[in-house]
């Protein structure tokens, strides 16, 4: 009896390992290109969930199976189908297939559903190795401006986790080095704040933590990063202000939108310059997207499939994946069924306003959604990851931590 419960222990313990190895891989190596552990992980999660599953038959929702069903099996095999009648495979960089086995990764949702695990820790803690790794970079290039060659071949050219730059803010040049999974610090940004301004519970880690998870997004330098970052700040603090004082919400919305009336315009016109570097390449995206739809219109009803390519005028060169994710969404698998799946993954948001449970993840997904609009995370096994985090805990593992009782909660 006790050898069968230290055996059940060691199992569950070595379940719930692989899992947080299985996040830790891929936010440190997206590509697969550091520790070629990620399709090994991911197996031995399902070998240690099955004898767990043959011995406790845990009752899976139908519509978890469903949604396993259209994410994981015909997501993936309608692109691969189209492909196949379009005969588009042939030539087919591996890169490609981003968008065929990355969708696999979206059945984890029934090892951690079944387990009943809760995701919140797991991912603010993975996540944090992104800001170690980002200011570790950041803070050698500082010392020792020398080992920049080293460190671009092997994270830039080598690795492909990581991307540098500088990034003008004004009269100031800064070096920019973003990691590719760094959109994901929405979630801990968004979690600690809410310990911080709603909560007020684990104040001094809440500080730490956000003011490092601050910086990070900071000298990602992206757009989408700093946007994200500045409005999820701007909604924690004027939450805490609406609680503690209406008039002195009020005085400090007029003054906002004072100053927002006269940066707005210069604003806007520095974002949407079509001369600055990376703008040419998003507005080429938008020309060449609709000069394909409009040849192409039965692609654009069925999709091209995985290994279709298109000609990208900004770039000036045929490629086979973009920034544009919900462009390439329709671009890949057509009209109904992208729309579908863009469908799907708002279904949260939806739920979650219709039971009015606005919570820190939902704050958080709404921001990685807006972040994933010029981003192709979303549909890779990191981006999948995200899905079953944010799925897992909105449909099946309840959320004490919302918005409407916490004031309730304080008296």
Request: proline content about 4%.
């Amino acid at each position: 009896m006790v050898v069968s419960h230290i055996k059940k222990i060691n199992r569950l313990f070595s379940l719930q390992l692989m899992i947080l190895l299985l996040l830790a891989d891929v936010i440190i190596d997206p590509g697969n290109l550091i520790f070629h552990a990620k399709y090994i992980l991911f197996a031995l999660v399902f070998l240690f969930w099955i004898p767990e599953v043959l011995h406790k038959k845990p009752e899976i929702p139908v519509k978890l199976w469903w949604a396993v069903f259209f994410v994981s099996v015909f997501m993936p095999f309608y692109a691969l189908s189209i492909s196949i009648l379009n005969h588009s495979l042939q030539n087919t960089p591996p890169g490609t297939f981003v968008y065929f086995n990355s969708f696999f990764f979206f059945a984890v949702i029934l090892v951690i559903v079944s387990e009943k695990t809760d995701l919140t820790t797991y991912f603010n803690y993975t996540s944090l190795l992104i800001v170690i790794i980002t200011l570790g970079l950041y803070f050698l290039l500082l010392l020792n401006p020398g080992n920049f060659g080293k460190l671009y071949h092997y994270f830039v050219e080598e690795k492909q986790t990581t991307v540098y730059a500088l990034r003008d803010y004004g009269k100031v040049t800064l070096l920019m080095i973003f990691y590719k999974t760094s959109p994901l610090l929405v979630f801990p940004l968004s979690y600690y704040l809410y310990m911080l301004f709603i909560r007020n519970r684990k104040i001094r880690i809440s500080v730490v933590m956000v003011f490092f998870l601050s910086v990070t997004l900071f000298l990602s330098g992206t757009r989408a990063n700093l946007l994200s970052m500045i409005i999820i700040w701007f909604f924690y603090f004027g939450f805490f202000l609406f609680r503690k004082s209406k008039i002195s919400f009020l005085w400090i919305v007029a003054g906002f939108t004072v100053i927002l009336f006269f940066i707005l315009p210069p604003l806007a016109e520095g974002l949407f310059n079509r001369n600055e570097a990376s703008n040419v390449i998003k507005f080429g995206y938008l020309s060449s997207y609709s000069n394909f739809f409009n040849h192409h219109w039965i692609s654009l009803l069925l999709g091209q499939g995985v290994g279709g390519s298109f000609y990208a005028a900004g770039l000036d060169r045929w490629i086979d994946v973009s920034e544009l994710t919900y462009l390439e969404l329709i671009r890949v698998w057509g009209l109904p069924v992208g729309l579908s799946f863009i469908v799907f993954l708002f279904l949260p948001l939806i739920k979650e306003i219709r039971n009015k449970n606005i919570s820190h993840l939902f704050i958080a997904y709404l921001a990685y959604l807006f972040i994933s609009g010029t981003n192709p995370l979303l549909m890779s096994s990191t981006g999948m990851l995200v899905l079953v985090y944010v799925f897992s805990k909105v449909f099946f593992i309840k959320d004490k931590m919302i918005f409407h009782n916490a004031k309730h909660q304080e008296q």
